[in-house]
C-alpha cells in the first residue's frame, strides 16, 4: 500500500510539472507577442521609420531614373508610407509590370530605405513596325522613350504593323529568327559593316518576284543594299563577304544575291 500511495505522490508531481512548464511557456510567448505588437505598433507610427531612400542596382547601372522606379512601386515625396507598411511583394509585381523591366527583387531595410535591384530589356534592334519600339533578344517589345537614349542599333521591318500588340507582347514570327540569324552572322566580321536595317516583310510573300530579304548596310560609309533570298540567305551573305573587296571599289549599290552564283549589282 505504501508503494501505490508513493506513485500517486510522484505522478501527482509529474502532472503538475508538466502542467507549470506548460503555463510557463504559454505565458512567455504570449508576453512576446504583446511585446512584439507594442514595438510593431510604435514603429508604424514613427516617422523615423517613414520611407526616405531608393537604392538601385541591376544589369546596367542607373538604368532607369529613381524616380521612375518610385512611382512605379507606389512611392512619393507627398506620400509617406512607413517601411513596416511597405508591401514588397506587389511592389515587385508592380516593376515586373513595366514593359521595360524583364526581372526585380524589392527588399525593405529599416528604418527607411528600400532597395530595388532589377534587369532592364536592352534593345537589339527598332521595330519599324511601329512608333517607339524595340525588341530584345527574346523578341519582346517595349517602348524606346524615354527610357532609353538613341542607340546605333539595327532597325527591323517585320511586316506586322497591322497588328495592335500590347508593350511586352512577345513576336512568334519566324520572320524574326531571321534577322535574328542575319544580325548574328554580320556581327561575327569584326570592323566590316553596320547593319542599318534588314526588311523582312516580304520574306514569304506569295510572288517568288517579290519574296526577297532587304538588308542595308553602312559599309565604309558606303550604303549597299542585299537582297537575299529566303531560303538560302545565309549561303548568300557569305558569298558577299568574299566579294565585298570588290565591291568596295564602287558606290552606293543595290546587290541582289538571290540567284545562284550570280550577284547583281546595280550602281
Not at 504559454?26 to 517613414?50: E, K, M, P, T
Not at 539595327?154 to 544580325?183: N, Q
Not at 534588314?198 to 526577297?212: E, H, L, M, P, T
Amino acid at each position: 500500500m505504501m508503494r501505490l500511495h508513493n506513485n500517486r505522490h510522484s505522478l501527482s508531481w509529474v502532472l503538475m510539472w508538466m502542467f507549470s512548464s506548460v503555463i510557463l511557456v504559454s505565458g512567455s510567448i504570449l508576453l512576446g507577442r504583446f511585446y512584439y505588437l507594442h514595438i510593431h505598433n510604435q514603429r508604424l507610427n514613427d516617422d523615423a521609420y517613414n520611407i526616405a531612400a531608393i537604392v538601385q542596382t541591376g544589369s546596367v547601372k542607373n538604368a532607369l531614373p529613381t524616380v521612375y522606379l518610385a512611382e512605379v512601386i507606389g512611392l512619393s515625396v507627398d506620400k509617406r508610407i512607413n517601411i513596416y507598411q511597405f508591401d514588397t511583394i506587389e511592389a515587385r509585381k508592380n516593376l515586373i509590370a513595366s514593359p521595360v523591366i524583364k526581372d526585380a527583387d524589392v527588399i525593405a531595410i529599416p528604418p527607411e530605405t528600400v532597395y530595388v535591384d532589377y534587369t532592364v530589356r536592352e534593345p537589339v534592334a527598332y521595330l519599324a513596325d511601329y512608333d517607339n519600339a524595340a525588341i530584345d533578344e527574346e523578341g519582346v517589345m517595349f517602348p524606346v522613350s524615354p527610357f532609353f537614349t538613341p542607340k546605333r542599333i539595327p532597325e527591323v521591318y517585320i511586316g506586322i504593323a497591322d497588328e495592335e500588340l500590347p508593350w511586352e507582347s512577345k513576336i512568334e514570327d519566324i520572320r524574326l529568327d531571321i534577322m535574328f540569324d542575319i544580325i548574328k552572322k554580320l556581327s561575327s566580321v569584326e570592323n566590316f559593316f553596320e547593319v542599318v536595317r534588314i526588311d523582312v516583310s516580304q520574306a514569304y510573300a506569295d510572288s517568288y518576284g517579290k519574296r526577297q530579304i532587304a538588308v542595308f548596310l553602312n559599309d565604309c560609309d558606303k550604303e549597299r543594299v542585299l537582297r537575299l533570298s529566303t531560303r538560302n540567305y545565309a549561303q548568300e551573305l557569305g558569298n558577299y563577304i568574299v566579294l565585298s573587296d570588290a565591291i568596295r571599289k564602287r558606290g552606293d549599290a543595290v546587290i541582289d544575291m538571290r540567284i545562284s552564283q550570280l550577284a547583281f549589282i546595280l550602281d
